[in-house]
């Protein structure tokens, strides 16, 4: 059974930063796709950012520049550093899990998600 834990959501203004975490029991970060993904009220979920099996990590064209994810294997937990945050970046962000993770219907296991709220 796959249990996450994710911290560092918030209400922040805008320009300011927060980082957000994602620790899994029960599933090895290493084996799998893992990423963020974004749903902002209203929307579908949508990819943020992705770190392949082989650690490569992509951030999707509307956050580069300005997050960056990482991933600690020996503490099996997922990072997402969001700098510069804007109005627009609000939503619940979920840590996920899968064999290829590009899109929502790849993701094999969500977190439980976290609010990012900015204002302005």
């Known amino acids: 059974q796959v249990h996450y834990v994710e911290f560092g959501g918030g209400l922040v203004q805008a320009g300011g930063s927060l980082n957000l975490s994602c620790s899994a029991s029960?599933?090895?970060?290493?084996?799998?796709?893992v990423g963020w993904f974004r749903q902002a009220p209203g929307k579908e979920r949508e990819g943020v950012a992705r770190?392949?099996?082989?650690?490569?990590?992509i951030i999707a064209n509307s956050w580069k520049g300005r997050f960056t994810v990482s991933k600690d294997k020996v503490a099996n937990t997922l990072y997402l550093q969001m700098n510069s945050l804007k109005l627009e970046d609000t939503g619940i962000y979920y840590c996920v899990a899968g064999r290829w993770c590009y899109s929502a219907a790849e993701v094999d296991y969500w977190g439980q998600g976290t609010q990012v709220t900015v204002s302005s």
């Open positions: 770190i392949s099996p082989l650690g490569t990590p």
């Open positions: 029960g599933l090895n970060f290493g084996e799998y796709a």
